[in-house]
C-alpha cells in the first residue's frame, strides 16, 4: 500500500490545496501556526461584512499555494530556484504573518508595542532552533539578505503573494466584487530579469486592475467606517484596561490577555517569556475579556465592551481635512449629553488619520518586461492613473 506523500486542504477560494510532508507540514502542525485558526484575518471587518471571519491559517496556506504556483511557472522559464529554495521561499510566505496578534491589525501596537513583521521573525528564529537550523534560508529570504532579491520579492514586495492571496481571498469572504484580481493570469506572466521579479508584457492590464482593486479594497473594506468605529472602540476598551490594571483596580480577564495588561512600559521581558506568552494569546482571550467587562464598574470599559458585543458603534465621519474645532466642540457636547460630565474627556471623541497609498514607486517598484528586452517600471507605461499618491484622510467618532 502506498503512502501517501502530501496532505489535502480543501479551500473554499483555490480548491485543493496539496502540502508535501516533511518540514511545511510540520510547521503548520505546530501551535505556533495553528494559533492562526483563531486569529480573524480582517479583524473587525465582520461588523460591516457578516462573511468575514476566515483567519489568518486560511491566509497562509493560500499564500502558500500561490507560491507554489509561482515556483512552478518561473522553473518553467529558466529560472534556477533549487529544491533548497524551493522550501525556503515557501517557508517563508507560510510563517510571514505568524507574528499577528488578535484581531490582526486592528490591535497592533495597543497590547504590545512592537511590529507583526518583527515579531514573525522571533517566531521563525525560535521555530528555527527548535527544527534544528532548518530554517536559516527561510529566514535570510524573508530578511532579504539572500543573493536571489526575486525570492524575497515574492514572500515581501509590492507584487507578492501575500497580497495576491488577501486581495483575493478578502473579496471572496466580504462579498466585496471590486477586490477580485487576475491572481492566476499575474503568476502566469511572472519572469525574472536580473535577478528581480518582472512581469511579461501581456500581463500589464492584469497588474492594473490588481493595483485599482488593492486601492478600492482599503477604501470599501479595511478603511470602512464603520470597520475603523469598531477598531477604535477596541483600541480604547484595551488602553482603559491596561490603565485600570496599573492602577491596582482587579479587571477580570483571561490569563493570557492579563499578562499583557499588567506589564508596564517600565518591564522589559526577556524575548522568550514574551514570546511563550505572545503565543498563548488570541482572539478569543479579547473576546472573553469583552464579555466580563461589559457589565464593569468603570463606564468606559462598560460602554466600549458592551458596545462592540452588541454592535453600538461609535459613528465614524471622514474628513480630507482637520475637523473645524467649532464642528469637533459641537460634537464633544453631544457626546456629554449621551455619555454624561463625568465620562473622560479622552474617550468622548475618537479621532485621527488613516492613509492609503495602493502602490509606491520608489518601493521596489512593479517592473514590466517587454519582448524586445526592455523593463520600465508599471508608472512609466502604464496609460491609466494607478493613484500612487498617498491619501489621507481624518476621522472623528463620537457616541450616537
Not at 522568550?272 to 479579547?286: G, N, P, Y
Amino acid at each position: 500500500m502506498s503512502i501517501a506523500r502530501h496532505k489535502i486542504f480543501n479551500d473554499p477560494v483555490y480548491g485543493f490545496i496539496s502540502v508535501p510532508k516533511g518540514l511545511l507540514l510540520q510547521l503548520i502542525d505546530h501551535p505556533y501556526f495553528q494559533r492562526l485558526r483563531r486569529i480573524r484575518q480582517t479583524g473587525l471587518a465582520h461588523y460591516v461584512y457578516p462573511g468575514a471571519l476566515h483567519t489568518r491559517f486560511h491566509h497562509a496556506l493560500g499564500a502558500l499555494h500561490l507560491m507554489q504556483q509561482a515556483i512552478e511557472v518561473l522553473r518553467s522559464k529558466g529560472v534556477e530556484i533549487t529544491e533548497a529554495e524551493a522550501e525556503a521561499v515557501c517557508c517563508a510566505i507560510l510563517l510571514h504573518d505568524i507574528g499577528h496578534g488578535p484581531y490582526s491589525h486592528a490591535l497592533e501596537h495597543a497590547i504590545i508595542d512592537l511590529h507583526h513583521e518583527e515579531l514573525s521573525v522571533w517566531f521563525m528564529e525560535a521555530l528555527n532552533q527548535e527544527f534544528g537550523g532548518r530554517l536559516e534560508l527561510a529566514i535570510a529570504i524573508f530578511s532579504n539578505r539572500y543573493h536571489k532579491p526575486f525570492l524575497h520579492q515574492l514572500v515581501s514586495g509590492q507584487l507578492d503573494m501575500d497580497r495576491m492571496d488577501y486581495l483575493n481571498r478578502d473579496s471572496f469572504f466580504t462579498g466585496v466584487s471590486e477586490g477580485v484580481i487576475g491572481y492566476d493570469r499575474i503568476i502566469k506572466m511572472l519572469a525574472v530579469h536580473d535577478g528581480e521579479l518582472v512581469v511579461e508584457e501581456k500581463g500589464i492590464y492584469s497588474i492594473e486592475k490588481f493595483l485599482i482593486a488593492r486601492r478600492l479594497m482599503y477604501w470599501q473594506v479595511y478603511l470602512h467606517k464603520t470597520n475603523v468605529a469598531a477598531e477604535q472602540m477596541l483600541t480604547c476598551a484595551l488602553h482603559r484596561a491596561r490603565a485600570l490594571s496599573l492602577m491596582g483596580v482587579k479587571v477580570e480577564a483571561p490569563a493570557a490577555l492579563r499578562w499583557f495588561l499588567e506589564l508596564s512600559a517600565e518591564e522589559v521581558p526577556a524575548r522568550e517569556i514574551l514570546l511563550r506568552r505572545f503565543a498563548q494569546l488570541d482572539d478569543t482571550d479579547v473576546g472573553a475579556a469583552l464579555k466580563e467587562w461589559a457589565g464593569s464598574p468603570d463606564p468606559v470599559l462598560q460602554r466600549f465592551s458592551s458596545g462592540l458585543l452588541d454592535r453600538r458603534l461609535y459613528r465614524l465621519e471622514w474628513s480630507t481635512e482637520p475637523f473645524d474645532p467649532a464642528y469637533r466642540a459641537k460634537m464633544r457636547d453631544k457626546a456629554v449629553a449621551v455619555l454624561g460630565p463625568a465620562f473622560p474627556e479622552e474617550y468622548l471623541l475618537l479621532e485621527g488619520k488613516e492613509s492609503n497609498q495602493a502602490y509606491q514607486e520608489s518601493k521596489e517598484p512593479i517592473r514590466i518586461l517587454f519582448k524586445d528586452g526592455r523593463v520600465c517600471t508599471i508608472g512609466a507605461c502604464s496609460d491609466v492613473p494607478l493613484y500612487t499618491q498617498l491619501v489621507s484622510k481624518y476621522f472623528l467618532a463620537y457616541p450616537k
